[in-house]
């Protein structure tokens, strides 16, 4: 095989992925249902740790990773909820 062929290889193969359609984009509604979902598996299973390291002895590594993506969580929403009570306020203010 020739530098010729192997450089011809190389271009089909790109310009092959440039002809595919992009992944389609879930919408919003089912990105914040999809978020939403996240949060409270995160939070749940930051539950189900804490209640087992009192109850059984589990992992405390386990436990403070558990502990650390629930805060994570929790604070990521706040944040969240943070801004659309700002933008909120912001659309209140505008003149009519």
Request: charged residues 20%.
């Given at each position: 095989?020739?530098?010729?062929?192997?450089?011809?290889?190389?271009?089909?193969?790109q310009a092959r992925q440039a002809t595919h359609?992009?992944?389609?984009?879930?919408?919003?509604?089912?990105?914040?249902?999809?978020?939403?979902?996240?949060?409270?598996?995160?939070?749940?299973?930051?539950?189900?740790?804490?209640?087992?390291?009192?109850t059984t002895g589990a992992d405390p590594h386990?436990l403070v990773t558990a502990l650390a993506q629930?805060?994570?969580?929790?604070?990521?929403?706040?944040?969240?909820?943070?801004?659309?009570?700002?933008?909120?306020?912001?659309?209140?203010?505008?003149?009519?």
């Amino acid at each position: 095989m020739d530098i010729r062929t192997t450089l011809a290889a190389q271009g089909y193969g790109q310009a092959r992925q440039a002809t595919h359609a992009p992944p389609a984009q879930p919408d919003a509604g089912n990105a914040f249902s999809e978020a939403i979902r996240n949060f409270t598996d995160t939070v749940q299973q930051g539950e189900r740790m804490a209640t087992a390291a009192m109850t059984t002895g589990a992992d405390p590594h386990a436990l403070v990773t558990a502990l650390a993506q629930t805060e994570l969580a929790v604070e990521t929403a706040v944040t969240v909820r943070d801004k659309v009570v700002e933008a909120y306020q912001e659309i209140l203010r505008m003149p009519v």
